[in-house]
Structures are given as C-alpha cells and as structure tokens.
C-alpha cells in the first residue's frame, strides 16, 4: 500500500441511524443481475415499517423487469456526501439493503394510486407515450441491511 494514500475511518451506524437516511433520502440505485452480466439503475424509493418499495414505469421492453426476474438477490444502495473544504474533510454516508426483490401484487394496498403519489415522486418519462407506461410496485424484502459514516 502506498504509504502516501489518504483514509477516512468509518464507522457502523446503529438501526436507527440507517432507517432515518432511508427515510429521509428517497433515491439510491438498484443493483440486479442476470447471470455474469449486471444492471444498475437510479430509482426512487419508499421506506415505512422496515419495508421498502419502489414503483416502476414498464414498457414491453423493459430491460429493469426482465433483470428483478433473474436476480436472486438484489442490492440497494442510498449515499450522501457533504461538500467541504477539501476531500480530507469529507463526510458522508452509505447504507446497502440487499434480498429478493419480487412485484407486490396489484391487490395489495401500498398499489393504492393515491398512496403512491404521495410516496414517490412523479414517474420520469423520456420517449415513451404515457399510454404505453405501465405501474407497477416492488419490494425489496431486506435481509441484510447496514450502514456506515464518517
């Protein structure tokens, strides 16, 4: 190791701490996979009871579905720096859930049109037609789940 690098210690944030940035930041990127090859996306996200959701916008060829399909455990990852004087002084945070991810089904009650445009914000659309988008609601069923800061 060059002895000239520069480190920042980190430490383990408790339960608490981890569900308050959860709570508080609603976007992270999700990571899927399908055999040897990986998808990242950015998503927004909701986080309530120690569950956590995101609603996606579908098309028929939606590569996001076609990867929750073949994923067998999914990474979420939600972070946050603070701009300071110089990278030295950084500060940040980080917090992983990963599990199974799985569509909730459209009987269930967080499919409720009403809650979702209070949880999420607006679906971003590019050239898709409005017509051909369809909701559709996720869980990642958090089986592991940390944090760290410095």
Same mark, same amino acid.
């Given at each position: 190791m060059d002895p000239d690098a520069q480190f920042a210690y980190t430490r383990a944030m408790s339960e608490p701490e981890v569900e308050s940035h959860l709570q508080r930041v609603d976007h992270g990127v999700l990571a899927l996979a399908d055999s040897n090859t990986s998808y990242a996306v950015p998503l927004y996200h909701?986080? =309530?009871?120690?569950?956590l959701f995101f609603r996606l916008g579908e098309t028929p060829d939606n590569r996001k579905a076609e990867y929750i399909e073949t994923t067998e455990a @999914?990474?979420?990852?939600v972070f946050e720096t603070e701009e300071t004087a110089g990278p030295a002084e950084?500060?940040?945070?980080?917090?992983?859930a990963r599990g199974p991810i799985e569509q909730v089904p459209q009987s269930h009650p967080a499919y409720d049109i009403e809650s979702i445009n209070e949880r999420f914000p607006p679906i971003r659309l590019f050239d898709? @037609?409005?017509? =051909?988008?369809?909701?559709?609601l996720y869980e990642l069923d958090v089986e592991q789940l940390s944090g760290r800061r410095n």
């Open positions: 909701h986080y =309530e009871d120690g569950r @999914a990474t979420y990852v950084e500060r940040g945070w980080s917090v992983v898709e @037609a409005h017509d =051909e988008v369809e909701l559709t």
